[in-house]
């Protein structure tokens, strides 16, 4: 780091802005393959935490790669790079006091970590999505599978590149087999039954269902 360049602490604090908020703030970090559901399962998660009143935002992949990380392509150095700025950008947000949701392949377990070391303990939830590859594939509204077999795409995860899936995260959600609000109802009672939201009564959550 550079000598003349200093932290600057805040008046506001995070703890202040959750009480602001009426919610804690924390890293709702989904991995998964291409074609696994992250970002649709991200976004209904989402939306569920804003009928709740939770002040969120969403990081998908793809979005990202048009401003923020723009200049990086996808070789293991790149890979790298591009998860270190997400968790750094994630961690400003969990300070702000939302709720940051990230729908990002993250390959390696290493880069994970890494980002799970920025914040402070329980600050980070790892959601693997898990997804067999060839349903995948099946999914595969962009193409990109059929090119990364044909060559075409290089460093593809899960064809010509790794991926390694979780070891220990804290929620599991087969997104290739269950149905998109069971896997968000699953998600959400991790966060009650850990104190991360309130919980509301179970009449109340048909307001959660979908129209």
């Not at 008046?11 to 393959?33: A, K, P, Q």
């Amino acid at each position: 780091m550079h000598k003349n360049i200093r932290w600057h602490n805040a008046t506001v604090t995070r703890r202040d802005r959750e009480r602001l908020n009426g919610h804690r703030s924390f890293i709702l970090w989904f991995t998964g393959l291409s074609g696994a559901g992250k970002s649709t399962l991200a976004h209904r998660v989402e939306e569920l935490l804003f009928l709740r009143g939770c002040r969120t935002y969403v990081f998908d992949g793809d979005n990202v790669r048009h401003g923020l990380c723009s200049d990086l392509g996808f070789s293991a150095k790149d890979r790298h790079e591009n998860i270190r700025r997400i968790g750094e950008m994630s961690k400003l947000f969990v300070d702000a006091g939302v709720i940051a949701l990230t729908a990002f392949i993250s390959p390696f377990r290493r880069d994970r970590e890494m980002v799970r070391q920025l914040v402070e303990p329980g600050d980070f939830i790892e959601i693997y999505c898990n997804t067999p590859l060839e349903i995948c594939e099946q999914r595969d509204v962009k193409g990109l599978y059929q090119k990364a077999r044909r060559g075409e795409i290089k460093d593809f995860t899960g064809i010509s590149s790794p991926y390694e899936p979780p070891e220990n995260p804290e929620i599991v959600v087969n997104t290739g087999s269950d149905p998109l609000d069971e896997c968000a109802r699953r998600i959400l009672d991790y966060l009650e039954k850990n104190g991360k939201i309130a919980a509301i009564p179970e009449e109340l959550k048909q307001w959660e269902k979908c129209p």
